[in-house]
């Protein structure tokens, strides 16, 4: 029992001296057209946009997954959602998951051409 005790105390120290040593990222992610965070798209995420821009009482309530589109919350998000759970068409990845980067993680940039300032432009 002792010696179940000392496994354990050693596995905790372990765990922690790993968390510590590897870096944590903020990257977070949402499953896009799961407006109540269930982690699935049903009928269920239409009827909380719609209870949403109703400004009725939602439970739980992401955003930017509702925002199925991009162009902000509005009543084609749960239209969106309704067509691709009728199978209609999926143009919007709807039930796909969307990684939001860590803003403090530098993203990769792309080189610029450079261009001599003393060159003449091609006619
Ligand atoms: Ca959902
Ligand atoms: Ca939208």
Redesign the pocket.
């Known amino acids: 029992m002792k010696r179940l005790g000392l496994i354990g105390l050693v596995l905790i120290c372990l765990m922690i001296a790993v968390s510590m040593i590897l870096p944590v990222s903020a990257a977070s992610s949402y499953?896009r057209?799961?407006?109540?965070?269930?982690?699935?798209?049903?009928i269920?995420?239409a009827t909380?946009i719609q209870r949403s821009l109703a400004a009725l009482p939602v439970k739980s309530f992401n955003e930017k997954?509702a925002d199925v589109d991009g162009d902000g919350l509005n009543i084609t998000d749960a239209t969106w959602i309704q067509r691709y759970l009728a199978e209609f068409d999926n143009i919007h990845h709807i039930n796909e998951t969307v990684t939001i980067p860590d803003p403090t993680t530098p993203q990769p940039t792309t080189p610029q051409p450079t261009r001599d300032p003393y060159e003449l432009p091609v006619v």
């Open positions: 499953l057209g799961d407006a109540d965070g269930d982690g699935k798209v049903t269920l995420d909380a997954a």
